[in-house]
């Protein structure tokens, strides 16, 4: 990593073919062109709302936590610390919006994912499939066991990762006219995490974490490394066959 590189950046081009695998799965192609089946459509929706519900809430709730205002108690600036609350506050009030939206769009394009669900009486609607069990677990141990980098390292790679992959079905796009109830649905979708308030969002993730300062070659910076690899890897698999 040269002196002036971002942290980021040497993630991104040291990784480039992991992160190209996990955003331009055969199923984003699909969802762009509107061809995608019902059934893997269902379950990606009904996996995603459960790492959302069970994993990123509990996630970004220990990732803020972590954050300790006083200076002299931070590994973080002043300045950073102020943007990573703001940044984290957003991400929280982001995923609640986002699991409301999965459960709305379902029910309005007649999407029949969760169909007779009651969130108060079965939150963890049913079993989840290996990977997001696996995504959750991780969420669940770097937002309590890892450091402050860690997790602005896990929250950045998520967030860019599905902004790049629902970007590139946007890049599919199919005719905006005769819409089966399917492709109102993915419309939807592929509209909320390719908004510019969602790239801000991912934007500032990248900011936090690159505002970290976290120097290349130190235990710190392969530890958060690891989590970048164990991320790209998890999001290759998160997508359903097509």
Same mark, same amino acid.
């Given at each position: 990593?040269?002196?002036?590189?971002? &942290?980021?950046?040497?993630?991104?081009?040291?990784?480039?073919?992991?992160?190209?695998?996990?955003?331009?799965?055969?199923?984003?192609?699909?969802?762009?062109?509107?061809?995608?089946?019902?059934?893997?459509? =269902?379950?990606?929706?009904?996996?995603?709302?459960?790492?959302?519900?069970?994993?990123?809430?509990? &996630?970004?709730?220990?990732?803020?936590?972590?954050?300790?205002?006083?200076?002299?108690?931070?590994?973080?600036?002043?300045?950073?610390?102020? =943007?990573?609350?703001?940044?984290?506050? +957003?991400?929280?009030?982001?995923?609640?919006?986002?699991?409301?939206?999965?459960?709305?769009?379902?029910?309005?394009?007649?999407?029949?994912?969760?169909?007779?669900?009651?969130?108060?009486?079965?939150?963890?609607?049913?079993?989840?499939?290996?990977?997001? =069990?696996?995504?959750?677990?991780?969420?669940?141990?770097?937002?309590?066991?890892?450091?402050?980098?860690?997790?602005?390292?896990?929250?950045?790679?998520?967030?860019?990762?599905?902004?790049?992959?629902?970007?590139?079905?946007?890049?599919?796009? +199919?005719?905006?006219?005769?819409?089966?109830?399917?492709?109102?649905?993915?419309?939807? &979708?592929?509209?909320?995490?390719?908004?510019?308030?969602?790239?801000?969002? *991912?934007?500032?993730?990248?900011?936090?974490?690159?505002?970290?300062? *976290?120097?290349?070659?130190?235990?710190?910076?392969? =530890?958060?490394?690891?989590? +970048?690899?164990?991320?790209?890897?998890?999001?290759?698999? +998160?997508?359903?066959?097509?």
């Amino acid at each position: 990593m040269s002196e002036k590189q971002k &942290f980021t950046d040497y993630l991104l081009d040291k990784y480039a073919g992991d992160f190209k695998a996990a955003t331009t799965h055969p199923f984003l192609q699909a969802a762009g062109e509107g061809t995608i089946a019902s059934e893997p459509l =269902r379950e990606w929706l009904k996996q995603d709302y459960l790492y959302a519900y069970v994993g990123y809430i509990k &996630f970004a709730s220990a990732l803020l936590s972590k954050i300790h205002l006083s200076p002299t108690s931070s590994s973080l600036s002043p300045s950073n610390v102020s =943007r990573s609350v703001e940044v984290l506050a +957003f991400s929280l009030a982001n995923v609640k919006r986002e699991t409301d939206f999965f459960l709305a769009t379902a029910s309005q394009y007649k999407l029949g994912v969760f169909d007779g669900y009651n969130a108060r009486q079965d939150p963890l609607l049913g079993e989840y499939n290996e990977i997001t =069990r696996a995504y959750v677990d991780f969420l669940h141990a770097i937002g309590g066991l890892g450091s402050i980098e860690e997790g602005l390292t896990l929250l950045w790679g998520m967030e860019k990762a599905y902004y790049e992959a629902w970007s590139f079905a946007k890049s599919h796009t +199919f005719p905006s006219e005769n819409l089966t109830e399917t492709q109102k649905a993915l419309e939807q &979708f592929i509209d909320n995490w390719t908004n510019s308030e969602f790239k801000q969002f *991912v934007d500032g993730c990248a900011e936090i974490l690159d505002g970290s300062n *976290v120097q290349l070659g130190s235990d710190l910076a392969q =530890r958060c490394e690891d989590v +970048f690899k164990r991320t790209l890897w998890l999001e290759q698999r +998160f997508w359903p066959s097509v």
